[in-house]
């Protein structure tokens, strides 16, 4: 079983309200990953958690942050988001047998007005 | 700097045929490659990887080539289906907990 899975698959939401996504993976991976995933690019990573703690963060504004309650879930908590935050938000997991190789989640479409 | 490249945005193949992805790489340091399928609105699919100390990896109808010395790997489909058609990124990484690299991705259409 290599599944991530990401809550809600949709979000529209104003540029003042808060919301969450969620992530979830019970493959026993210790590395966690956010990338967010505009039209006709790749994935650009956001942040990294290792073994529950953030190792990386790309710069990304203060207006997204993560959390990691526990080796499975991974949060990313929105607030006061811009309409050009507008895109794919994917989860990915890494660990295990295949420790090299990152599985993505199925992402939250992401849309600011 | 773009440390990985795919230079072609698209390809075109007829059903039955081989398609051949290629991308290349700069970093030397580089010593884990993968290729992810991604379908629109999708999060990318874990296709097939290759290490550093290989140079074919082979999984059905998938097989990655590494060429070192060039920098330069290859993903191989054969024989190509409709269901193939979809964007494929190339992505690479050096080892520890360091980030995967990604190419900008191919769009494959395999023609009935």
């Known amino acids: 079983d290599t599944e991530v899975t990401q809550t809600p698959k949709h979000l529209v939401m104003g540029m003042t309200n808060k919301k969450s996504l969620k992530c979830e993976q019970h493959?026993?991976?210790?590395?966690m990953y956010w990338y967010k995933q505009k039209a006709k690019k790749p994935p650009e990573l956001m942040f990294v958690y290792s073994y529950e703690k953030l190792s990386i963060n790309e710069s990304v504004p203060s207006r997204f942050s993560p959390e990691c309650p526990n080796s499975s879930l991974l949060n990313l908590h929105l607030h006061a988001l811009q309409p050009e935050d507008s895109a794919l938000y994917l989860c990915a997991s890494r660990g295990g047998m295949h420790r090299e190789t990152q599985y993505f989640g199925p992402g939250t479409r992401l849309l600011v007005l | 700097d773009q440390q990985v490249k795919q230079n072609s945005p698209s390809l075109s193949v007829q059903e039955g045929r081989i398609s051949i992805l290629n991308c290349d790489y700069t970093?030397?340091?580089?010593?884990?490659f993968l290729w992810y399928k991604k379908y629109p609105a999708e999060g990318p699919t874990f296709l097939i990887s290759i290490s550093s100390i290989k140079d074919k990896n082979e999984d059905g109808r998938f097989t990655v080539f590494l060429n070192k010395s060039a920098k330069h790997l290859s993903l191989h489909i054969v024989p190509s289906q409709p269901g193939d058609s979809a964007v494929y990124f190339c992505a690479a990484r050096n080892s520890g907990n360091t980030p995967l690299v990604f190419g900008k991705g191919t769009r494959l259409s395999v023609i009935a």
């Open positions: 970093n030397s340091m580089f010593d884990y």
């Open positions: 493959m026993g991976h210790r590395a």
